[in-house]
């Protein structure tokens, strides 16, 4: 459909005053709100994610396409909720104890936004409780933990230790990333899931979400 191409488009060059007007008028059309949400917005943002990944943009480009993703997402929330359009799954996001960075973390959320997830972002040094008090209180899918230190990461074997003596156990899936983090490392520890990149990271939490 025309104005849901014209959505996306204007979402991928970061026009968010066109994409608003654009998303009321689709809602005014009396287009469904999954299909404004789906084939509109996360279109646009699952095409800024896959040039991200094969370097065709750069973190700017994402950071003005996920402000104007959420200009539309903003007029959708209260009609999501009515229709009764859930999230595809929820991500308990945050930078580990100790450590302050948080520009990866908030380009993680922003393409696991951009995929549909509901993410539950709690900031930047973040306890190993929080991580797991936030997961109970929201029935996370994922805890998804950064860090940039290598002195951090040590954190994040204390995540993957206190969520398997919770009662989350089994339940939570937990993903790791950040500049020092490998594979490696996340098996040594005992985690689930590591990504290299933000749009690495959006592609294996949906798909963990709907396994």
Not at 22 to 40: M, P, S, T, Y
Not at 69 to 78: H, I, S, V
Not at 185 to 203: H, K, L, M, N, V
Request: hydrophobic share 45%; with cysteine.
């Amino acid at each position: 459909m025309e104005l849901l191409r014209e959505i996306s488009e204007n979402l991928q060059k970061g026009r968010a005053k066109n994409v608003k007007e654009l998303v009321q008028k689709a809602i005014d059309e009396g287009i469904e709100v999954n299909r404004i949400l789906e084939e509109g917005l996360l279109h646009g943002m699952n095409i800024i994610g896959e040039k991200f990944k094969n370097n065709e943009v750069y973190v700017p480009d994402v950071l003005i396409a996920a402000r104007a993703m959420n200009t539309g997402t903003e007029l959708l929330k209260p009609l999501l909720v009515s229709s009764g359009v859930k999230a595809k799954g929820k991500v308990v996001l945050g930078t580990v104890k100790g450590d302050l960075h948080d520009i990866g973390k908030n380009l993680v959320r922003m393409m696991m936004e951009g995929k549909g997830l509901e993410v539950i972002d709690l900031g930047v040094d973040v306890p190993a409780e929080r991580f797991i008090d936030a997961a109970m209180e929201n029935n996370a899918d994922i805890i998804a933990c950064s860090a940039l230190l290598t002195t951090t990461m040590i954190e994040m074997e204390n995540i993957v230790q206190k969520v398997k003596e919770s009662p989350l156990a089994g339940k939570v899936k937990i993903m790791i990333g950040g500049a020092p983090v490998t594979d490696n490392f996340r098996a040594s520890i005992g985690a689930d899931i590591y990504t290299p990149d933000a749009a690495a990271a959006a592609e294996a939490a949906l798909n963990a979400c709907i396994a």
